[in-house]
């Protein structure tokens, strides 16, 4: 009874995607039409086979930009973006809030500073820099991140693979910077592959 259950919620929730996917297709191939003028031969509707006006021509540069909008902003954050009909300044104050809400924007930053892990990239080298990157966007907004944060996130991050070298990083005094951590973390990666690799 209880997968029967789960299965039609998985069933309802994969139904309320498609449909909202559909509706997303629609309005951007919508756009899509007008914008590169071939509306006319894809529309059964001969109304849109009239000569180009200058309002015509107006609204096809407003599609021109909101597709750059669309085609440029994240999957995730596009159903918030899209408006049928709407103009390109609409669209781009739209994307505008989601990027200048200072305070949201430092919010997303610090969550994804704190749940960063390398089990999430492929090498210690991408997953420091990606450490340092945050943490240098976060300054910009005016929250500094210390070094000594820094050295400690790069420390929580490790994984079950790191236990040995966190658990002893963690004990070294005094606790070493950002960059001596990486240089080790580095070291320690170029070790462990070149034991695990065949002689």
Request: glycine fraction near 2%; charge should be positive; charged fraction near 25%.
């Amino acid at each position: 009874m209880g997968k029967r259950r789960e299965r039609r919620r998985d069933n309802d929730q994969f139904v309320k995607e498609k449909m909202a996917f559909d509706i997303m297709l629609q309005r951007k191939m919508k756009l899509y039409c007008r914008a590169y003028l071939v509306d006319a031969h894809i529309l059964p509707d001969d109304s849109s086979k009239a000569s180009v006006s200058k309002d015509t021509e107006w609204q096809r540069l407003h599609d021109i930009n909101r597709t750059w909008i669309y085609s440029t902003i994240s999957p995730s954050l596009l159903p918030s973006i899209v408006r049928p009909d709407d103009s390109a300044l609409d669209a781009w104050k739209r994307v505008e809030k989601n990027f200048h809400n200072k305070t949201f924007c430092i919010l997303h930053l610090k969550s994804q500073f704190n749940e960063i892990s390398l089990s999430n990239f492929p090498n210690v080298k991408s997953y420091c820099n990606e450490l340092e990157h945050i943490a240098t966007t976060l300054t910009n907004h005016g929250t500094t991140i210390f070094d000594s944060l820094l050295t400690l996130q790069v420390l929580l991050g490790l994984t079950s693979d790191n236990r040995t070298f966190r658990s002893l990083a963690q004990h070294l005094k005094p606790t070493p910077s950002f960059d001596s951590l990486r240089s080790m973390l580095e070291l320690e990666e170029h070790t462990n592959n070149k034991d695990k690799s065949p002689s």
